[in-house]
């Protein structure tokens, strides 16, 4: 089982509606979670860190369940800028230089 | 600021040429780490450092070499370039825990370099 796990997607969505990726994570002891976006043949870049109790950026919502052990990113009203690569990453212990990544999902939002 | 700053952009190798990638960072950071991104693969650690005089082996070392002899930069070093080396390399470099007082522990990434090994 990979340590960090994706549906590649594509998710293709109209303009304005609302998706939402997970991403699963299997070491139970992780830490620190964020997502990266990632657009074709650039670099990532930090979207959000999530946090223990949720946290929202506009029209980014980000939940941690540790029971379950995922994350999600939610993305409301939709932008053809949305599209893009969304990339979890999880770094699996504190003081730690470690940053597990992800494949990556692919959200095409359509006009 | 311009954060992390990599060169080359671009490169063309002929299989059993060397060369090297630089990479800069101006933010201080401790940690600093070359990853490779190949089309279904993600991204991979190929080495890392955690402070000035220091590297260590991540994933998929095997083929490079590098060196940290000062704090802002970070060299990737291919000795005999092979066309499975062909790939998009990304530097980036992160604070060490409990320097960001965010917490956070960002990994920011340069832009990248591709290189091709013919």
């Known amino acids: 089982r990979k340590e960090v796990e994706q549906d590649p997607g594509p998710f293709n969505v109209p303009e304005g509606a609302t998706v939402a990726f997970n991403c699963t994570y299997s070491?139970?002891?992780?830490?620190?979670f964020f997502w990266y976006r990632q657009d074709c043949r650039k670099e990532p870049k930090l979207l959000m860190s999530?946090?223990?109790s949720g946290n929202e950026d506009g029209r980014f919502t980000a939940q941690l369940n540790r029971a379950s052990q995922y994350i999600s990113l939610l993305i409301r009203d939709s932008k053809l800028s949305d599209s893009a690569t969304y990339l979890c990453?999880?770094?699996?212990?504190?003081?730690?230089?470690?940053?597990?990544f992800g494949t990556g999902t692919r959200l095409k939002v359509l006009a | 600021n311009a954060g992390v700053t990599q060169t080359p952009k671009f490169r063309v190798l002929k299989t059993g040429q060397s060369m090297t990638l630089l990479c800069a960072q101006d933010?201080?950071?401790?940690?600093m780490y070359w990853y490779r991104q190949d089309p279904g693969m993600g991204l991979r650690l190929i080495h890392y450092?955690?402070?000035?005089?220091?590297?260590a082996k991540g994933e998929v070392p095997d083929g490079y070499n590098v060196s940290r002899l000062k704090k802002q930069n970070f060299l990737l070093g291919l000795e005999s370039a092979a066309p499975s080396q062909t790939s998009v390399y990304f530097c980036?470099?992160?604070?060490?825990?409990?320097?960001?007082?965010?917490?956070?522990?960002?990994?920011?990434f340069g832009a990248g370099s591709r290189l091709t090994v013919l």
């Open positions: 999530v946090y223990s």
């Open positions: 990453v999880v770094t699996p212990t504190s003081g730690t230089y470690k940053y597990i």
């Open positions: 450092s955690v402070g000035e005089g220091t590297t």
């Open positions: 980036a470099s992160s604070p060490m825990p409990g320097q960001d007082i965010s917490g956070a522990n960002v990994l920011t």
């Open positions: 933010m201080n950071h401790e940690y």
């Open positions: 070491n139970s002891a992780s830490q620190s």
